[in-house]
């Protein structure tokens, strides 16, 4: 079993970000920034927005950290979040970034969602659906 979830690692690493002069030089696409810590986690949310024509992923982080650092690199439209992090949430980043205009919350905790609505965030259930997240990922453009 240790063994399957370290070929995991190595089927879905984390992309170096495509920098802002990169980003702005490509097509009209919508830019999408991908957080969660847990692998298979950001593999689907990959493969979602790998399927959508007017979406392309401009950097992946797995911490609180590491996306406020990537973040201000790559200046994507849209973020979309894992709520529980392991070096904190989603609001975190929100906070740090003074981004909660445009960023799409996701979690299987059923708990956090009339606090996240409160906030006026987007939230989605895990698993996130395609039609749900691209719809939202569209009222961004």
Do not use: W
């Not at 970000?17 to 990169?22: L, M, T």
């Not at 919508?30 to 979602?48: K, N, P, Q, R, Y």
């Not at 009339?114 to 659906?129: A, D, R, Y």
């Amino acid at each position: 079993m240790m063994m399957k979830y370290f070929y995991s690692l190595l089927i879905y690493p984390v992309e170096k970000p495509i920098p802002k002069s990169v980003m702005k030089q490509q097509n009209d696409k919508i830019s999408v920034f991908l957080v969660d810590d847990e692998v298979h986690g950001l593999a689907a949310l990959t493969d979602l927005i790998d399927q959508m024509d007017n979406a392309e992923i401009c950097g992946k982080a797995r911490s609180v950290a590491d996306a406020i650092k990537v973040v201000n690199e790559t200046s994507p439209s849209v973020l979309v979040l894992d709520y529980h992090l392991s070096d904190g949430t989603a609001m975190d980043i929100c906070d740090a970034l003074k981004i909660k205009h445009k960023s799409i919350i996701v979690s299987a905790d059923e708990l956090i969602k009339e606090k996240i609505n409160e906030k006026g965030i987007p939230f989605l259930n895990k698993p996130v659906g395609m039609s749900e997240l691209e719809k939202i990922i569209n009222t961004f453009n």
